[in-house]
Nanobody, 124 residues
Framework: QVQLVESGGGLVQAGGSLRLSCAAS????????MGWFRQPPGKEREFVLG????????RYADSVLGRFTISRDNAKNTVYLQMNKLKPEDTAVYYC?????????????????WGQGTQVTVSS
């Protein structure tokens, strides 16, 4: 069983930056890939970024390429989402998720555990 707790969300102006953190409990953190998803208002949840268990592979949605970065610290059981050059369309609830295996994936069904989400609002 893995529990995930996101933090770091808030209100920021367009062009600004935020860093989200996701702290994981459990001994399996270092053995699984991690991902960040988001759900904009009135829209479906979508994949944002993912990272393999060893940080060797990352995957990005085209909409955040060059602006967002994912990283992880297995010693701290934490995954991070650095968001730069934020746009109003980045406004969403952001969720971290722990995958079923070690390979990074953008597919919902590859993720077994989810956090409760943290709100990010970007004003224009």
């Amino acid at each position: 069983q893995v529990q995930l707790v996101e933090s770091g969300g808030g209100l920021v102006q367009a062009g600004g930056s935020l860093r989200l953190s996701c702290a994981a409990s459990g001994r399996t953190f270092s053995t699984v890939a991690m991902g960040w998803f988001r759900q904009p208002p009135g829209k479906e949840r979508e994949f944002v970024l993912g990272i393999s268990r060893s940080s060797g592979t990352t995957r990005y949605a085209d909409s955040v390429l060059g602006r967002f970065t994912i990283s992880r610290d297995n010693a701290k059981n934490t995954v991070y989402l650095q968001m730069n050059k934020l746009k109003p369309e980045d406004t969403a609830v952001y969720y971290c998720a722990a995958a079923k295996g070690g390979a990074v994936s953008s597919a919902f069904f590859e993720y077994a555990y989810w956090g409760q989400g943290t709100q990010v609002t970007v004003s224009s």
